[in-house]
């Protein structure tokens, strides 16, 4: 399976959808990026006159890339079936360092910390497009074949 295939099995679209490329996939991890757009919908609000990346959205994104296409990949790749599974968020603990600001692009990279009883736990970090860290954490999600 490739990063075509997964990014559109993702259960979003646009304006939710936080996934540009994924550049890594293994059965151990998976890294992609996105760029956040300069007129997003939450920079209008948050903050006034100094307009950053919420800390839900940036988690929101290494959900999608870290967790979620992780787990369809995952799943195509052990089962025959070629429909896309549901994945809901179970728990998240990130800490977050630096800000992200419009037009920013991040990298998230995810390494798998297990996947067992359709539970996937992902150790997941983000970085800006310098490198600096951003936030990391933990992030688990139950899988729902379909």
């Known amino acids: 399976m490739n990063s075509k295939q997964i990014v559109s099995a993702l259960p979003y679209q646009t304006p939710f959808l936080f996934v540009d490329e994924l550049t890594v996939i293994s059965e151990d991890g998976i890294t992609g990026n996105y760029t956040f757009k300069k007129d997003a919908y939450f920079y ?12 839900v959205i ?10 979620v296409c992780l787990g369809i990949y995952l799943t195509r790749n052990t089962k025959k079936s070629n429909r896309a599974p549901q994945v809901a ?12 600001y ?6 998230v990279i995810s390494e798998k910390e297990y996947f067992r009883f359709n539970k996937l ?3 997941v970090k983000l970085l800006n497009a310098q490198g600096q860290l951003v936030c990391r954490g933990f992030i688990s999600g139950m899988i729902n074949e379909k």
């Open 102 to 107: 419009p037009g920013e692009q991040v990298i």
């Open 121 to 123: 736990k992902c150790k």
């Open 89 to 100: 968020l179970t728990s998240s603990a990130v800490d977050f360092y630096v800000p992200v």
């Open 58 to 67: 940036l988690t929101e994104t290494m959900a999608q890339i870290g967790v």
């Open 44 to 55: 209008e609000g948050h903050f006034k006159g100094n307009p950053i990346t919420p800390g």
